[in-house]
T-cell receptor, first 114, second 115 residues
């Protein structure tokens, strides 16, 4: 069965430190992978995606993610966290049996402390 | 408009009442999705519209839920005889058909509270 796992409900990081939000997936075929961010009382915003090519993908707000095929992971990273990065982060993978369905992780709450 | 617009932003209703939620997608976006987000949980797919094709209703949780969309414009999600478990944020998203896969544009959601 196709699935996305975000093993951490919450991640706490001090401002200025590097951050990682973890995502692993299970999907048949080549995965299309995505990260979205949800700020408080706002809709989700697209951050970045991996379709093909370089395993390190750069996105909005200084975020990047590394696709690791052998570990079936797509962890979100940022070298230096800002308090304004505090939000809910969702990982998603495109359903291999559909050209429009996304399978969503449960989300990880990222808290950046000053 | 500039983005996906949803209304109402908040709705409090009594159990058993019907509610209607509205989504106005980005102009030119032929694909439209409805999702449900319960507190502390991920997104639950409800329904997908693509142009004039038959919608994918596979995510609708019961026959109390229905959605309509006329052409490539506004969509309404209707919940009849609401139950307390329907309390959630209902998110609408749109995208370009044939556009970058998976890049959805979301509205800010309609928060439904059923008392």
């Amino acid at each position: 069965a196709q699935s996305v796992a975000q093993p951490e409900d919450q991640v706490n990081v001090a401002e200025g430190n590097p951050l990682t939000v973890k995502c692993t997936y299970s999907v048949s075929g080549n995965p299309y992978l995505f990260w979205y961010v949800q700020y408080p009382n706002r809709g989700l915003q697209f951050l970045l995606k991996y379709i093909t090519g370089d395993n390190l993908v750069k996105g909005s707000y200084g975020f990047e993610a590394e696709f690791n095929k052998s570990q079936t992971s797509f962890h979100l990273k940022k070298p230096s966290a800002l308090v304004s990065d505090s939000a809910l982060y969702f990982c998603a993978v495109r359903d291999a049996d559909s050209n429009y369905q996304l399978i969503w992780g449960a989300g990880t709450k990222l808290i950046i402390k000053p | 408009g500039a983005g996906v617009s949803q209304s109402p932003s908040n709705k409090v209703t009594e159990k058993g009442k019907d509610v209607e939620l509205r989504c106005d997608p980005i102009s030119g976006h032929t694909a439209l999705y409805w999702y449900r987000q319960r507190l502390g949980q991920g997104l639950e797919f409800l329904i997908y519209f693509q142009g004039n094709s038959a919608p994918d209703k596979s995510g609708l949780p019961s026959d109390r839920f229905s959605a309509e969309r006329t052409g490539e414009s506004v969509s309404t999600l209707t919940i009849q005889r609401t139950q307390q478990e329907d309390s959630a944020v209902y998110l609408c998203a749109s995208s370009l058909a044939g556009g970058p896969p998976g890049e959805l544009f979301f509205g800010e959601g309609s928060r439904l509270t059923v008392l």
